[in-house]
């Protein structure tokens, strides 16, 4: 197989992820640039064309020995989404079969090597996607549900509450942290900065929101009560899109991997596994993903040209920190 090899892209969440890997899954190099969605950064053709060059650069392999690549990509959701998406990879030179998929998919061919059972992404953008025992694969989107537990909403709802006054005594630090990051000096200047919109472009504006979670997501595990109200609402809805994708399962027991820094923070985590884990009809099991969603991408690019996931292929990509899930 000589210096053939595969990229496999996660653009998913605030960065691109590109991994290049030999045909034995051995990883020659790893590269994280911008956004890949054109819905979060008008930049994002750069971004990747510019990370595929630099992975390439460090593995040291021309974009003619590549063999496949496989992107997964946040926001392809229909035919009429490739226009943009195929864009961001059609790299000068490379000339090799080019697979794009929704990012949830290399996630889950990650986190369950290609088993079934139902992903939850929370971080930047929020999806569950689910594949069942017989392969057919289903987005909680098919139902025009929408968990809206992505970074931004628990800041625009923390934020909202604290504009409408339901705050309490455990709050206090909440508020304090949120007026210091808006650089606000009391009540009245973040009320002003509201009425202008806040910030003027709205990716901008998500973007601000977006890094304001944590805030959120710290106070709730310190005891806010505002704090934990508005985790405890996308944390359901989150659960309610996890339970309908469930049914769509012939077993009674389901296993369900998350991703993302929103369900991955302390008090996200365990609410959700308790809520979620407290269903009655089924039986769900949080489980730890196996593999990282680039490394998910790059099991998907190997599959793709011919070379299957035996375990030797697993171990060797596990000996790369950012293989692992």
């Not at 003619?64 to 000068?92: I, M, Y």
């Not at 057919?136 to 139902?143: A, K, L, T």
């Not at 709802?157 to 005594?169: P, S, V």
């Not at 998907?300 to 899930?325: C, P």
Request: hydrophobic content about 45%; charged content about 20%; overall charge negative.
């Amino acid at each position: 197989m000589g210096q053939r090899c595969v990229l496999g892209i996660d653009g998913g969440g605030s960065n691109t992820r590109i991994m290049v890997t030999d045909l034995y899954g051995n990883v020659l190099a790893y590269a994280e640039h911008g956004a890949a969605s054109i819905r979060k950064d008008a930049n994002a053709v750069s971004n990747v064309r510019a990370g595929i060059a630099d992975a390439l650069a460090k593995a040291g392999r021309s974009p003619e020995q590549v063999a496949g690549l496989l992107a997964g990509v946040a926001g392809l959701a229909s035919d009429q989404d490739l226009v943009w998406v195929e864009e961001l990879t059609a790299v000068p030179g490379l000339t090799c079969p080019r697979w794009h998929v929704n990012d949830a998919v290399v996630a889950h061919a990650g986190a369950f090597m290609s088993k079934p059972g139902i992903m939850l992404i929370s971080g930047t953008g929020s999806i569950v996607f689910a594949v069942t025992e017989d392969g057919s694969q289903h987005f909680n989107d098919d139902m025009h549900h929408y968990a809206s537990s992505a970074a931004r909403f628990l800041a625009y709802e923390a934020t909202y509450e604290i504009l409408a006054g339901h705050t309490r005594a455990s709050d206090a630090e909440l508020v304090r942290q949120i007026l210091e990051y808006w650089k606000a000096g009391d009540m009245r200047e973040l009320l002003h900065l509201a009425l202008q919109g806040f910030v003027a472009d709205p990716q901008e504006r998500n973007l601000r929101f977006g890094r304001m979670a944590p805030i959120v997501t710290s106070a709730a595990a310190k005891g806010s009560e505002l704090a934990r109200s508005v985790c405890n609402l996308k944390i359901h809805e989150a659960v309610v899109g996890v339970h309908m994708l469930g049914a769509c399962f012939s077993s009674d027991s389901i296993q369900v991997a998350c991703i993302g820094s929103v369900i991955n923070s302390p008090y996200m985590k365990e609410r959700f596994r308790e809520e979620c884990e407290s269903a009655t009809d089924k039986q769900y099991t949080i489980m730890e993903p196996v593999l990282s969603p680039v490394a998910g991408a790059v099991l998907m690019a190997l599959e793709k040209v011919g070379v299957s996931a035996r375990d030797e292929i697993v171990v060797n990509l596990l000996k790369h920190v950012k293989s692992a899930g």
